[in-house]
Structure formats: structure tokens, C-alpha cells
């Protein structure tokens, strides 16, 4: 059973950050993409990043130049460096990964960007 559990979340002030950890277990890790999502209140969950299993990096055009996805195959855990936060970037953030008839996601963590 593949399993995603998220950390990092939190309160942040506007131009603060935060880094995002998820860590998988129960499936290789090194030979899958993963992605972050998030889903603001209201609105419909988004692709914020995605790593290919070769550390190939595709960002949203919002958080182009402020995210950064990373991973670290040996610990089996990818990462969202997350800096200028905005109070836009206020959401529930999702980790994500596919397989070939699958599709997994972690329980989430809240990230809130307030003054």
C-alpha cells in the first residue's frame, strides 16, 4: 500500500517561506514522478509542481520563480521550497503520485500566508 504523509505546513507572513516535505512508503520511490498540488477554499485543486523520476521540474505560471520541487530519492521524500509567499498561496497543500492504473495522494497540510 503506497502511502504519502506530508509535513511543513504553517503560518507564514506575506514575503516569508516554508518547505514542504513528503515522504512515500510502501513503493519505489526513485523511478515515479511526484507533484505538489494545493486547493484554496472554494476553489478546485491545481498542479503547483511536478518532478520527473530524472529531476525534470514543470511549475504553475503563480508560483513560477518562488517555488522550487526537489527530491531526494534516497530518503524518499520529495520537497516544495516555497519563498515570497503570498497571501494567494493560502491553501491545502496535496502531494501526489501516479501509477500506471493508480493515482495516490497524501492527507494534506495547510499552509496559511497572513499578517
Known amino acids: 500500500q503506497v502511502q504519502l504523509v506530508e509535513s511543513g505546513g504553517g503560518l507564514v507572513q506575506p514575503g516569508g517561506s516554508l518547505r514542504l516535505s513528503c515522504t512515500v512508503s510502501?513503493?519505489?520511490?526513485?523511478?515515479?514522478?511526484m507533484a505538489w498540488y494545493r486547493q484554496a477554499p472554494g476553489k478546485q485543486r491545481e498542479l503547483v509542481a511536478s518532478?520527473?523520476?530524472?529531476?525534470?521540474?514543470n511549475y504553475a505560471d503563480s508560483v513560477k520563480g518562488r517555488f522550487t520541487i526537489s527530491r531526494d530519492n534516497g530518503k524518499k521524500t520529495v520537497y516544495l521550497q516555497m519563498n515570497s509567499l503570498k497571501p494567494e498561496d493560502t491553501a491545502v497543500y496535496y502531494c501526489?503520485?501516479?501509477?500506471?492504473?493508480?493515482?495516490?495522494w497524501g492527507q494534506g497540510t495547510q499552509v496559511t500566508v497572513s499578517s
Open positions: 510502501g513503493s519505489i520511490f526513485s523511478i515515479f514522478a
Open positions: 518532478i520527473s523520476s530524472s529531476g525534470s521540474t
Open positions: 501526489n503520485t501516479k501509477r500506471a492504473t493508480s493515482e495516490y
